[in-house]
């Protein structure tokens, strides 16, 4: 059998498991709906039949040990002879980056599985319902960028602007689902050039705040604000009657179902804010930090205890050693978060000195190696730190300062002398005995 026919075979094996109100997925790559000959006979035979419910096609490099894209073919024997068509899916775009791979988002699968749920085609560039005459006048090639463009347009370039100047009034009417939403501030930016073209009314440094202190934008906020207040206060109310033992952490993420469906009615003329977004801004949060502490609450209730951090340290031999305290820590209430609020400005405190240590450290990294080759200061020391310096500095100290009280006293043979070697070696090393020495840097590094 050739390899390629093998997915065929694959998914004929599922269709002739079902029972007749059967209904099956099966992941394929993309080349099944597109193949000529025998594989061309099986796809028409499968979509006459009405057996094909659905296709959605996913991005490449989903899956290891492969970079090439797949998509998933829903059979369905229940309504196979009512069927006129086959819904499409193209969500080829929905992905992240993770490492070598591509990942799908929760916002990804949850958009995949509310479009097939629904038959929602209100996105022609995301999905759509394909008939089968459709289908038969592209002689059954089911490939998905014959019926969804999901290619992003190409920016269309007016030759008039380029000559002569103005931005095209095509480009700004594009965002009119904005201007829906704030009328007035498409004035307070843009201004008649001529016919068909329009000027900045503004700098273009100046964009970005005049959007933000517009009236109608500032009032876009506070609607939206005030929108997720609404929901924030239903979920507060829920989060505060958790109790040890009384839910299951698993479904009370289900609750990011409703922020979804409160996003799906903004209180604004057009719909701005996409509500996989503010979906998938919560699973991420709900992932990094919020399902630990369901699990703990679940286990311990709300008990915050906190432990301390100690650390057995091995022998040469391999026994065990002196234990060394870490400090303390606490996983329901991290450190982090009574820092920021209780602590807050020591942090900004230790943020200021470790700031200072780094530019301390630079500057010495920097002497060091101006200074540490075989003719220059430090070229005979053993090793440069504080005792060394010092030790120099007292060794050579006698002459220096013999001239300079010379030269106090009005010796004008020794103020041409001032800028002996000996007095430049003595300020070098006092420079750095200052920069190791300085009692604060040494505390922040401890």
Request: one cysteine or more; a negative charge; glycine letters at 6%.
């Amino acid at each position: 059998m050739h390899p390629r026919r093998a997915w065929l075979w694959y998914l004929l094996h599922i269709v002739r498991s079902l029972k007749s109100t059967g209904r099956a997925a099966c992941i394929l790559p993309h080349g099944v709906l597109f193949r000529g000959n025998a594989e061309a006979e099986i796809r028409k035979s499968l979509v006459r039949r009405g057996l094909i419910q659905a296709i959605i096609g996913l991005p490449a490099n989903l899956f290891y040990g492969t970079g090439i894209p797949a998509c998933i073919l829903v059979i369905d024997k229940a309504g196979a002879a009512a069927r006129k068509g086959i819904f499409m899916i193209d969500a080829a775009q929905g992905f992240m980056k993770d490492g070598p791979k591509n990942r799908l988002r929760e916002r990804d699968i949850h958009r995949i599985v509310d479009a097939f749920t629904t038959l929602d085609g209100s996105d022609p560039r995301y999905a759509r319902m394909v008939g089968l005459e459709e289908i038969e006048k592209n002689d059954f090639n089911l490939n998905l960028p014959r019926y969804i463009d999901s290619s992003t347009p190409e920016d269309q370039q007016d030759i008039d602007a380029h000559l002569n100047g103005g931005i095209p009034e095509a480009d700004v009417q594009a965002l009119a689902r904005y201007w829906a939403v704030c009328p007035q501030l498409r004035a307070a930016l843009f201004k008649p050039r001529r016919p068909g073209y329009l000027d900045l009314a503004v700098a273009p440094a100046a964009i970005k705040p005049t959007i933000h202190q517009h009236p109608e934008f500032q009032a876009f906020t506070e609607a939206m604000n005030a929108h997720f207040d609404q929901w924030r206060a239903s979920a507060v109310e829920r989060l505060k009657s958790l109790d040890k033992g009384s839910f299951q952490p698993k479904d009370l993420i289900k609750g990011a179902e409703g922020l979804l469906a409160h996003y799906e009615h903004q209180p604004t003329a057009e719909k701005l804010i996409d509500p996989y977004a503010i979906y998938q801004h919560l699973m991420d949060y709900w992932a990094e930090t919020m399902q630990d502490d369901t699990y703990l609450i679940a286990e311990d209730g709300w008990r915050a205890t906190p432990y301390r951090v100690l650390e057995t340290k091995k022998n040469k031999d391999g026994s065990p050693g002196k234990t060394v305290d870490k400090g303390w820590a606490c996983d329901l209430v991290p450190k982090a978060l009574l820092v920021q609020h209780h602590f807050a400005a020591e942090q900004a405190e230790l943020d200021r000195l470790n700031a200072e240590l780094e530019s301390t450290l630079a500057a010495m990294t920097e002497l060091e190696e101006e200074h540490s080759g075989d003719d220059a200061v430090f070229a005979g020391f053993d090793k440069i730190n504080d005792k060394e310096v010092k030790s120099r500095i007292k060794e050579i100290g006698r002459d220096a300062d013999i001239r300079l009280l010379r030269a106090q006293e009005g010796d004008s043979q020794i103020v041409g002398s001032l800028l002996d070697p000996t007095d430049v070696l003595r300020a070098m090393f006092e420079a750095y005995s200052t920069f190791v020495g300085n009692g604060k840097i040494q505390e922040v590094a401890q």
